[in-house]
């Protein structure tokens, strides 16, 4: 990869070409911006130029279109990654988009942070947006998954007619979205939010469950936010308006199960969250006593070599009798007053007193 960029920008509305040439050139000295007001013109200067990284296309220019302005860009540079950017209807340009087989698709009016977030992802500047994937991931592949997974989530929002679909991680940080952002989810509501959902992850540890399955609903004024689990790390959010929910609860339910349920084969293909596990049996029962507990070690870590995860052997500790894990899963070198009552070691209750 180059260490510098080149960028092409072709946009007629001078005002608009203004900001998003700035905008590029803050990304970093080594950015070098061209701009054109016509499909023609951006062509003759693709032509001058030996190296084209990326181009931000308006689908709809005087002339020839973004469409055959990405194609014939093409032709001169293969490599060259394409946004689409549109004030046309979502589905006029995705359906674009989806033809030219685009790196990414925009609407106007424009979120800049978003593309150029895109753009620096699509430049291989940022590892990955969704975090740490495994090394067997290629970023060809990671970029179609994230394609996928916003793909699903657009669905999502026009099957629901809602304002945004949000895909949330633990910390409340939007990874990917579909739709603009109300103004009034700032990131410390949405920080609060994934702290309910923390609460959710608690619950669903006390009741045995391998993996969160829930769907929180919460309403301020015309405004109604739905959030369901993916995982122990990552929610699906849907930001809805008054059109949204004149659908029966059991319709929108079943609509953002079925979106988790395409996030989840996707994410788990990448390797970010590991399949669910089923069968909550294999976390032992808890043991009664600290007999129990020593009398069942071998199966405990038989279980341990089978590969448990961290989160069930927490789960294990968790329903152990007491409000506190025991000292020696703790510290192995540490006797707690009980075991050292039980080994003669300290008086007993009576003699204490």
């Known amino acids: 990869m180059s260490d510098s960029f080149h960028i092409l920008i072709v946009e007629d509305h001078r005002e608009l070409a203004r900001v998003l040439r700035a ?17 023609e013109e951006a062509l003759l200067d693709a032509l001058r130029h ?4 990326a181009a931000i296309i308006d689908l709809r220019l005087p002339g020839m279109d973004g469409r055959e302005v990405a194609r014939r860009l093409r032709e001169r540079h293969p490599g060259v990654k394409v946004f689409l950017i549109s004030g046309q209807p979502e589905s006029d340009v995705r359906a674009a988009a989806a033809e030219i087989q685009a790196n990414g698709w925009f609407q106007k009016p424009l979120e ?16 990955s947006i969704l975090g740490d994937t495994p090394d067997s991931i290629s970023p060809d592949e990671e970029e179609r998954a994230v394609g996928r997974m916003t793909d699903l989530m657009a669905d999502l929002r026009g099957e629901l007619g809602a ?9 409340g940080r939007v990874v990917l979205q579909a739709g603009a952002l109300d103004s009034i989810l700032a990131q410390e509501t949405l920080l609060t939010l994934m702290s309910l959902y923390a609460s959710g992850v608690k619950v669903s540890r006390m009741l045995h469950s391998p993996a969160p399955r829930f769907h929180f609903s919460a309403q301020a004024g015309e405004l109604h936010l739905h959030l369901a689990s993916l995982s122990r790390q990552y929610a699906l959010l849907v930001v809805c308006n008054s059109h949204c929910e004149t659908l029966s609860p059991d319709a929108l339910a079943t609509a953002m199960r079925r979106t988790v349920a395409g996030l989840l084969e996707v994410m788990q293909r990448l390797g970010i969250i590991a399949p669910r596990r089923e069968e909550p049996a294999t976390v032992p029962a808890a043991p009664e006593t600290i007999e129990e507990a020593e009398e069942g070690g071998d199966d405990l870590l038989a279980l341990l070599n089978a ?21 020696h899963a703790i510290n192995p070198d540490v006797l707690s007053y009980e075991q050292a009552q039980r080994l003669g070691l300290a008086p007993s209750g009576e003699e204490a007193d």
């Open 307 to 327: 590969g448990l995860s961290p989160e069930e052997a927490e789960d294990f500790w968790e329903q152990l009798p007491g409000e506190e894990p025991p000292t």
């Open 23 to 39: 905008g590029v050139e803050a990304l970093g000295e080594n950015f070098t911006v061209f701009d054109a007001p016509s499909g």
């Open 50 to 53: 030996e190296q084209i990284d």
């Open 112 to 127: 800049l942070a978003d593309l150029l977030d895109a753009l620096e992802r699509a430049l291989g500047l940022v590892n």
């Open 163 to 171: 304002r945004a679909v949000l895909l949330l991680n633990d910390v």
